[in-house]
């Protein structure tokens, strides 16, 4: 009887210790699932992966008015990522930007978002890079920045005097008060791992942004300066060049997809959409649209966008008499039709479009030089492919082009030159060619 005594009870603590085990490895799955749906969140891939390349290898190319920046290795890689690093120093590098060898990140990294990610976020992310990614030996030299820029010491004077102290956001998030729970975690999700001001927020002459929050007025999101000639679009209620005509279930279905009735990705938000917002939950995507839909326009004054059918009634009279009309018939109407309203969600309208009447038409521009792609998602498997025009329209081509869809259908927005153009034609070097897939 002592035996069987003796035997009941080590099967009772073999199962007390087997139970055990279990539930922790159940709490570090738990936690390698949160630290990856906080890289999706944090948009980590878009910056860190490179076409091609290893998840979060790095090398990825940022063409900067100083030089070109090449995204890190932040793999768990020993030598060349991140593998050396404590968990104290990744959440310095990602809210202070600040390496583990003291050096400042350049602020292409947007620690100054970053900031606003809570404790617990930041224990998952770095569960999740140093114990759920693989390993890649891969060295990224930082060989393109001209000088002075880079020299990475001015960088510390920048991050003090422009990126904001982490405990101080924190106090300030804690002391918030919101229409509702949904909009503060939108609120979260955009101010911070988010990071969308980092490119729809105007910058400074000093690089910084010109607002980190909304709570910093009506610059934030109200549309960034263009890089490699992309221009970020406002993200404001604004009614012909923000969110003003979009509602709720539009942005959700664009984070969703890159596509929606209104308008779709294009640039650097398609691999934004690619590597993080269509990886959200459902609630998650809603409280992003539920926050920016709070967002007042930055015109309130402005008129708004309404229809104008008289290029729709000269183009099917046959009167292409209108500066660039012959060329948008010839080359666009097919896939955007002599009304302007497109196929949505295939072949995106004109009329009305957001990016088509911005005040900066260089996106318009880059898009008929260099093509676009509607990527595949999750819940729209098929890309689709828009050619670019660069080989077979000169400057004057494509700028009366521009200017014919810009002023048609309402639109009424500013004429391109010949000039504004060229800038473009000059950024599709070899060295950032546009992206290509195969034709539909």
Sequence with gaps: MR??????????????????????????????ARGEYMAHVADCGACHTAPGGEPFAGGVAFHLPMGTLYAPNITPDVQTGIGRYSEAAFIRAVRQGIRRDGATLYPAMPYPSYARMTDEDLHALYAYFTQGVKP?????AQTGMTWPFSMRWPLVLWRRLYAPDPAMVQRQ????????????????????????????????????????TALDGTPYLSGGAPVDGWRPVSLRGDNRTGLGRWNEQDIVRFLATGRMPLGAA??????????????????DQLAIARFLKTLSPQTPAAEGWRYDPAATTALRAGD??????????????????????????TFPPLAGNPVVMDSTPDSLIRIVLAGNILRATRQTPSAFVMPGFAARMDNGAVADTVTFIRAAWGNNAPPVTAQDVDKIRRTLSPAHPPPSLPMN
């Design 266 to 283: 294009f640039g650097g938000m398609t691999d934004a959409i690619a590597h993080g917002t269509q990886h959200l939950t459902p609630t």
């Design 173 to 212: 998030m804690r002391g918030r008060t919101f229409p509702d729970a949904l909009v503060a975690r939108g609120s979260y999700l955009v101010e911070g791992p988010g990071h969308c001001g980092a490119c729809h927020t105007p910058r400074a002459v000093t690089m910084q942004e010109k607002a980190l």
């Design 320 to 345: 292409v008499s209108a500066r660039g009309a012959r060329q948008y018939v010839d080359s666009c109407a097919a896939c955007h039709r002599t009304d302007g309203r497109g196929y949505p969600t």
């Design 136 to 140: 890649v030996t891969h060295h990224v």
């Design 3 to 32: 035996w069987k005594k003796r035997g009941w009870l080590a099967g009772a603590l073999l199962a007390l210790l087997a139970t055990g085990a279990g539930t922790a490895r159940a709490a570090d799955d738990d936690l390698l």
